[in-house]
Structure formats: C-alpha cells, structure tokens
Nanobody
Framework: VQLQASGGGLVQAGDSLILSCSLS????????MAWFRQAPGKEREFVAA?????????YEDSMRGRFTVSRENAAANTMYLQMSSLKPEDTATYYC?????????????????WGQGTLVTVSS
C-alpha cells in the first residue's frame, strides 16, 4: 500500500488550501484514512479521519470547523483535507495515513500505512 500526499505550499494567514492523498497498491477493504500533522519540534498529532466505506468523519476538536476531510466516493482512491482560515500555528508537515478497520484511532501507532508528508507554511 502506498500513500502520496500533495498540495502543500506557502500561504498567508487567512488563506485556504486543499491537500490530497492518493492511495495505491494492494486493495484495502473496510479501512480508515487519516490526516496527521507535525510542526517543527513537536510530536505528530491527529487532524482528521474518514471511514472509506461510509464517509464517517472525525476531527481533532481544535480543528473542527476550519478543516474538512472528504473523499469523492467509495470507489475513488483520493482523500482531501480542505483547510480554511489558516493560521501561522497550522504550519506543519501534513501526513496521510491508513489502517484497516473502522475505528477512528487518533494515535500515530494505530496506523500502519503512511505517506511521505507535504509541507504547509502559513505566514503572518
């Protein structure tokens, strides 16, 4: 299973940005995809997750309302993270991850498959 994250870049505070994560390789059944982020000098933290089968979503409380996780349909292989009203503290490398099952774990160790990360820098 391979995950490829893209869409990062340099934006200004208040801007919006959409990240994408494409899944390829061995087919997964009944799985969850998630976004994590890691700011310089900090631990990797959970952002949002989506159950691929039924599009059930969950968010880290502090990001709910500004961030939206989505996928086009169950047959698609791309997950998105729409980020709005970006703040300098949102600056981080954003990673996508996947695990089989339907539970939306928020811990890094619960996810087996990881993408390489895409850097988002928000200037003030």
């Amino acid at each position: 299973v391979q995950l490829q994250a893209s869409g990062g870049g340099l934006v200004q505070a208040g801007d919006s940005l959409i990240l994408s994560c494409s899944l390829s390789g061995r087919a997964l059944h009944n799985y969850v995809m998630a976004w994590f982020r890691q700011a310089p000098g900090k631990e990797r933290e959970f952002v949002a997750a989506i159950t691929w089968k039924n599009a059930r979503k969950s968010y880290e409380d502090s990001m709910r309302g500004r961030f939206t996780v989505s996928r086009e349909n169950a047959a698609a292989n791309t997950m998105y993270l729409q980020m709005s009203s970006l703040k300098p503290e949102d600056t981080a490398t954003y990673y996508c991850a996947a695990r089989e099952g339907s539970v939306h774990y928020t811990g890094v160790k619960s996810y087996i498959y990881w993408g390489q990360g895409t850097l988002v820098t928000v200037s003030s």
